[in-house]
């Protein structure tokens, strides 16, 4: 995380420095991308960097964060119009990011993880990320409409979807085929739903 001082900024130099890797981090991919550039772009001493972030990967890792609690947001709103089904949310969200495809935040997420596609959907599923969204959200899923067996089932159930849906959507993006995506999407979380194991034969048929 980013030290007290960054947090102690102005908004509007913060931003600038957020800004300035965002940028970086959307034009190459994670190991070409330079402090250099970063800290030139937003116009601070190179020292004044380190004082608010140890190196470039915490930088990442923060910005990474950023984007998740805004997956996180409209996650919430989707299970609330869904009634809690996590299934149908994580559907929804996908068509949510589609209809927003033109907007900055999700032109830039889409950028970066297209720089870096050896990661993802890594990059936001590695981590404590996953957990902290779904802390943030477990009140809001309806637990009856899962078959839930041990006290880790939910957050890995989660992971999943998550999983699922990030890599449909940056799919989606590179090769244009969104429709195509989400056919896949559905018949992966149908899979999900009704388990891929064959079910046993009865014990007694003659």
């Not at 030290?3 to 908004?11: A, C, G, H, I, V």
């Not at 899923?141 to 990030?166: G, K």
Request: glycine share 6%.
């Amino acid at each position: 995380m980013p030290s007290t001082t960054f947090y102690n900024l102005p908004e509007e130099k913060r931003e600038r420095l957020l800004s300035a890797a965002r940028a970086e981090f959307a034009r190459v991919p994670y190991e070409d991308a330079s402090v250099n550039r970063i800290i030139r772009a937003a116009g601070i001493p190179r020292g004044s960097f380190y004082m608010y972030f140890t190196d470039k990967e915490e930088l990442f890792r923060y910005l990474m964060d950023r984007y998740s609690a805004m997956l996180a947001d409209w996650m919430g709103e989707q299970l609330d119009q869904s009634g809690g089904d996590l299934f149908a949310a994580f559907l929804a969200l996908f068509d949510h990011v589609q209809a927003n495809l033109q907007s900055r935040p999700v032109q830039e997420l889409a950028a970066i993880l297209s720089r870096n596609r050896q990661m993802k959907p890594g990059l936001l599923l590695d981590g404590p990320g996953p957990q902290a969204v779904l802390d943030r959200l477990r009140d809001r899923v309806d637990l009856s409409r899962l078959d839930l067996r041990t006290e880790t089932d939910l957050a890995d159930i989660f992971r999943l979807l998550a999983a699922a849906a990030i890599g449909s959507l940056m799919a989606g993006c590179a090769d244009g085929n969104a429709a195509g995506q989400r056919e896949r999407l559905v018949r992966v979380f149908g899979i999900l739903q009704r388990g891929a194991a064959a079910k046993p034969a009865p014990c007694c048929d003659s």
